[in-house]
């Protein structure tokens, strides 16, 4: 009797559309199923692996571990797939009888095309199968025009507006994660006029196969029913999915750079501020990390997607952990020690001034 071959579902989309969230919402609405999940990351930081640890993903109500969060934490999965990878899928296929479910949440900067193509190893094809591809996009920036049909036109929109960032391959990519889509999360859609909505949803149509179904969600909410348990067995159909990369023999990101920066911060507001500053005179596309605030007993979680920020308070801090701030760049041509300097000087000039 052939044993039941373990789904996994990939969780794919651009810089800061949601994936986390979605990802949060989908394990803490697990409904008794079992899922293993591997988180991966690109910069120094384990950002995302930290917020799923921050809320209780893989500890029971006493805190004791009752599953694994598995992180990569040296670059795309795409990238990494014949090292990390496969050791960490042999594991998982050793506990098979322990998971009903895998989540693969993939870095904003990867290619899905090729992790799913390694689900056509033997080894992987045997134990496991691709239940779909769920992209998330940013309603929002889409409607925005950071994405569009007409490539050079927003080459020249970029180009003449310093928030926004001016590489091609950015929207190559943001294409490529829709052409290999079995599911689109349109998220972020509250506050949307119905007449923009619709114009997004042209856009994403414009690049997605055709009958791959759109859904809107706000903050990732979304029944797992529409989630989970889709059965494309999308390792079979992948190679028919043409993507901008697939005459690349072998891809890499160096048009991103990833800087870990550390910094002494006294006021919350005047760290945001400091940084939306500081976007509009780099090549920034993504911030994340956690901030210590003189006083607070909790972990401040600061995150951004080009001049659009959000923080919150997540966990009070361990009592074995130091409380620093790190905050982890992405973006192109970044030079750690002048954006640390930078940042620590705006920080210190408010100071000054309050």
């Known amino acids: 009797m052939q044993t039941r071959k ?7 989309g651009f810089l800061g559309a949601g994936k986390t969230t979605l990802l949060r919402h989908l394990l803490t609405h697990a409904q008794g199923r079992r899922i293993a999940v591997i988180v991966n990351e690109f910069g120094e930081l384990g950002i995302d692996g930290e917020l799923l640890r921050g809320c209780g993903i893989g500890c029971d109500e006493n805190g ?50 090729p992790l799913v193509q390694a689900f056509q190893w033997p080894a ?50 943001f294409e490529d994660q829709l052409a290999t889509a079995d599911l689109v999360v349109v998220n972020k859609t509250d506050g949307m006029d119905a ?10 149509r414009k690049e997605t196969p ?21 059965e494309r067995a999308v390792e079979d159909a ?12 072998d891809h890499d990101h160096d ?36 901030v210590a605030l003189p006083g607070a007993a909790m972990r401040l979680v600061v995150q ?18 130091a409380r620093s701030t790190r905050l982890v760049l992405i973006g192109d041509h970044l030079d750690a020690a002048a954006l640390q300097n930078a940042l620590q000087a705006a920080l210190l000039a408010d100071t000054a001034t309050a």
């Open 64 to 113: 004791e571990e009752n599953g694994q969060l598995f992180e990569l934490a040296n670059g795309c999965l795409c990238c990494t797939v014949q090292e990390e990878f496969a050791p960490v899928m042999e594991q998982l296929a050793a506990w098979r009888d322990q998971i009903d479910h895998l989540v693969i949440e993939t870095s904003g900067l990867a290619l899905p095309k």
């Open 304 to 321: 951004g997607v080009g001049q659009r920020f959000d923080s919150h308070f997540d966990r009070a801090w361990r009592g074995d952990e």
């Open 255 to 290: 048009a991103f750079d990833s800087v870990s920066i550390t910094l002494n911060v006294a006021d919350r507001q005047c760290l945001l501020d400091a940084l939306a500053a500081l976007v509009q005179q780099h090549e920034i596309y993504r911030v994340k990390g956690f």
């Open 238 to 249: 992948i190679d028919q999915r043409k993507t901008h990369h697939d005459e690349e023999e």
């Open 124 to 173: 992987l094809r045997n134990t496991f199968t691709v239940d779909a591809v769920i992209t998330v996009v940013d309603a929002p920036a889409v409607a925005a025009g950071t994405f569009a049909d007409d490539p050079v036109a927003v080459d020249a929109q970029r180009r003449a507006d310093d928030n926004l960032d001016h590489e091609s391959p950015l929207a190559e990519l």
């Open 210 to 230: 055709a009958g791959v179904k759109l859904v809107h969600a706000q903050h990732g909410r979304l029944d797992l029913g529409v989630l989970l348990g889709l």
């Open 6 to 12: 373990i789904p996994a579902t990939i969780v794919t």
């Open 195 to 204: 007449a923009t909505l619709t114009e997004v949803e042209t856009l994403i």
